[in-house]
């Protein structure tokens, strides 16, 4: 079957880094992405990983490692407005359809 | 960037009538746009493709007949949920895929629509 697999919670300090881990068991893949999402909001993109490697956007990482099926999402400097739900989805085939993980709350505390 | 919107943004209705829920794509042209549901607390979960000039593609479990998909043109979807009950309420989220960007993968959500069945 198909699975997609993020921790539930997680809980940093303002200024720290956290790390989300995502691993996913898919038939095929067409890429990995990552989405915040704030409460009562719709997912906002954050990054798109195809390939392996890391792809970096100003405060905010992903990492992809296909043969491992496992992908992480890198927040540094970590701000209040930081806190959401992060959402990671798989592409699994070529006509679009993503499949979401459950999110990951991160939790910011001054 | 690209602009997905949808109306309305909330709409509260009575048990047994049907509710329309619009998803454009503002400033590009989408072939396939994609409606997900949302309880609290939960993740997105897809219940459709559409597809523009065909028939929807739906998700295991759900009911074509009650969860009705339209995709007229190119930049429009439309949603409607048929005799809606109280189960039905949800956060209801479309997205589209930008045409002629397969490599860019970026799929561009809307708002959102709060539906609540009385």
């Known amino acids: 079957g198909q699975n997609i697999d993020q921790p539930t919670e997680m809980t940093a300090t303002e200024g720290a880094i956290v790390q989300i881990n995502c691993t996913y068991q898919?038939?095929?893949?067409?890429?990995l992405f990552w989405y915040q999402q704030h409460a009562g909001e719709a997912p906002t993109f954050l990054s798109y990983?195809?390939?392996?490697g890391l792809e970096e956007k100003g405060r905010f990482s992903s990492f992809l490692s296909r043969s491992k099926g496992y992908s992480y999402l890198l927040l540094k400097e970590l701000q209040m407005k930081d806190s959401a739900s992060y959402l990671c989805a798989v592409r699994g085939d070529s006509w679009g359809k993503l499949q979401f993980g459950a999110g990951t709350q991160v939790v910011v505390t001054p | 960037g690209a602009v997905v919107s949808q109306h309305p943004s909330r709409v509260i209705c009575k048990s047994g009538t049907s509710v329309k829920i619009e998803c454009r794509s503002l400033d590009f042209q989408a072939t396939t746009m994609f409606w997900y549901r949302q309880f609290p607390k939960q993740s997105l979960m897809l219940m459709a493709t559409?597809?523009?000039?065909?028939?929807?593609?739906?998700e295991q479990g759900v009911e074509k007949d009650k969860f009705l998909i339209n995709h007229a043109s190119l930049t429009l979807s439309t949603l409607t949920v048929t005799s809606a009950h109280p189960e039905d309420s949800s956060f209801y989220i479309c997205?589209?895929?930008?045409?002629?960007?397969?490599?860019?993968?970026?799929?561009?959500f809307g708002p959102g629509t709060r539906l609540t069945v009385l």
């Open positions: 997205s589209a895929d930008r045409l002629g960007e397969p490599s860019t993968d970026t799929q561009y």
């Open positions: 990983n195809v390939l392996d």
């Open positions: 898919t038939s095929g893949f067409n890429g």
């Open positions: 559409s597809n523009e000039g065909s028939k929807a593609t739906y």
